[in-house]
């Protein structure tokens, strides 16, 4: 894709947004916020050497929101449309009115306080625009996968491999003042390798993904340890149900992370869907257990100067020596909740999980060590977590470790603990990070868990 050029200049956005606050208000409207988004993108995937799938996409939109009424006893309308003409927008301000009329009043709607709004967003280095055309980003696949095939004869077929590149601008506004947007990237290439025959086939894959294409692994690395995970997994096991020891890899830890996130967050706490409830100021996780949240990180997968609503972002512990500090709120949930909007009106930023027990030495294989007899899980499958009770149980397969040594694959198991427990359980987490999806974790060992066999 040699043309990363937007369609749209960013003044052009500002100018289409002021034209949608401006129609809103001469509605009638008591306020409105509005968000145009455009972006354009590549995808490639091949299999087996061969061109699977080319697809380039150019998106564009905009969505607004009107409300009427008094501050806190407000009506609210959504409508969104894909046409920028001056038409369009003034079709898609009325319609939002129209369903703002005829909904009914909430006390907690409407647009943030002015003082929480970002008035001068900082510039975090979130646009690195990839030039890749479709044959390069094919070439790039094709490297990925080959060099799968190259580790072992025993790689016998694959479900593919692919390269992803986009990048997108957007601003949002709103008539209480705030104007603010950027443009951003984001970049994958994977490789999902098979290995063995007939029913005994195992497959696995890797992937890199950056903002900035120059930070993704070569594809030779990516296909190369995509294959050696699949091989590990070759003459599998199963296991007699028991109680151990449970390592989760790094990756599968951020998933840990992600549930202790949702159940901390404004909608499920103040529909009392959560296993967290009233949970500010207690103890979760262990005394020697810290989780900053750094929106801010330059090019980092999670970073945002401001929320979904135009809210200020900035550093701050969730979790200090194992207490929480603070909850993941959007206006909407905070007034909800009698509290403060925390600047996570669309999720959390950049989460970052540390032990003060984890040394540099405590690679993954020294986490073996530490895990001595027990279960290390590299795949998890189902989504088996109960948020109100936090009951936890997922099918899962892995590897069966003694002596802190891994002796032989297993699959076809269930894991099965309770998320509070689980969280209070973390024994130690591991040097060996990994940030997947903003979230930045070690491997990450739970004392004890129950496993079963299928």
């Known amino acids: 894709m040699r043309d990363t050029t937007f369609i749209h200049g960013s003044d052009q956005l500002k100018e289409l947004a002021q034209d949608v606050l401006r129609f809103a208000t001469g509605l009638g409207a008591s306020s409105a916020a509005v968000e145009i988004s455009e972006g354009g993108g590549l995808s490639v995937s091949v299999r087996r050497g061969q061109i699977e799938t080319i697809e380039q996409n150019r998106d564009k939109g905009i969505g607004v929101t009107v409300y009427l009424g008094e501050e806190r006893h407000t009506r609210r309308g959504n409508a969104s449309t894909s046409d920028f003409s001056q038409k369009s927008l003034k079709d898609t301000v009325e319609a939002a009115y129209n369903i703002a009329r005829f909904t009914a009043e909430d006390d907690c709607a409407g647009l943030p306080d002015a003082e929480m709004l970002e008035t001068a967003p900082p510039d975090l280095k979130l646009f690195h625009p990839w030039a890749v055309s479709a044959e390069e980003a094919v070439e790039l696949a094709k490297r990925g996968e080959a060099a799968a095939f190259a580790v072992d004869r025993r790689i016998t077929n694959s479900e593919g491999a692919s390269v992803y590149a986009q990048q997108s601008q957007f601003v949002a506004a709103n008539t209480r003042g705030f104007m603010g947007g950027y443009a951003y990237s984001r970049h994958t290439m994977s490789v999902a390798p098979i290995a063995g025959r007939g029913a005994k086939m195992q497959r ?29 997994r070759l003459n599998a096991r199963k296991l007699d149900t028991r109680k151990c020891a449970v390592l989760f890899e790094a990756p599968l830890a951020a998933g840990l992370l992600g549930a202790f996130v949702q159940a901390v967050s404004g909608g499920a706490l103040y529909r009392k869907s959560s296993f967290l409830l009233d949970s500010l100021g207690k103890q979760v996780f262990p005394t020697h257990i810290q989780v900053t949240e750094d929106p801010h990180a330059k090019g980092a997968a999670g970073s945002a100067p401001f929320d979904n609503e135009g809210v200020r972002t900035s550093r701050r512990d969730v979790v200090r020596d194992g207490v929480v500090q603070g909850y993941f709120l959007s206006t909407y949930s905070a007034r ?61 397969s892995g590897f069966w470790v003694e002596n802190g040594v891994i002796q032989y694959p297993v699959e076809e198991i269930t894991i099965a603990g309770n998320m509070k427990q689980m969280l209070e359980q973390i024994v130690a987490v591991g040097a060996d990070t990994v940030v997947r999806g903003g979230k930045d974790i070690g491997s990450i060992l739970i004392e004890s868990m ?3 066999g299928s």
């Open 450 to 452: 129950t496993v079963a």
């Open 336 to 396: 909800k909740l009698g509290m403060q909007t925390t600047g996570n009106a669309g999720g959390s930023h950049n989460l970052i999980l540390r032990s003060g027990l984890t040394k540099k030495s405590d690679s993954f294989a020294a986490m073996l060590k530490k895990l001595g007899t027990g279960l290390l899980v590299t795949e998890l499958m189902g989504q088996g977590v109960n948020y109100v009770t936090g009951d936890y149980s997922r099918g899962a």
């Open 204 to 232: 696995d894959d890797w992937y890199t993904s950056s903002r900035n294409p120059k930070l993704l692994a070569a594809p030779e690395a990516v296909g190369a340890y995509a294959a050696q995970r699949a091989l590990s």
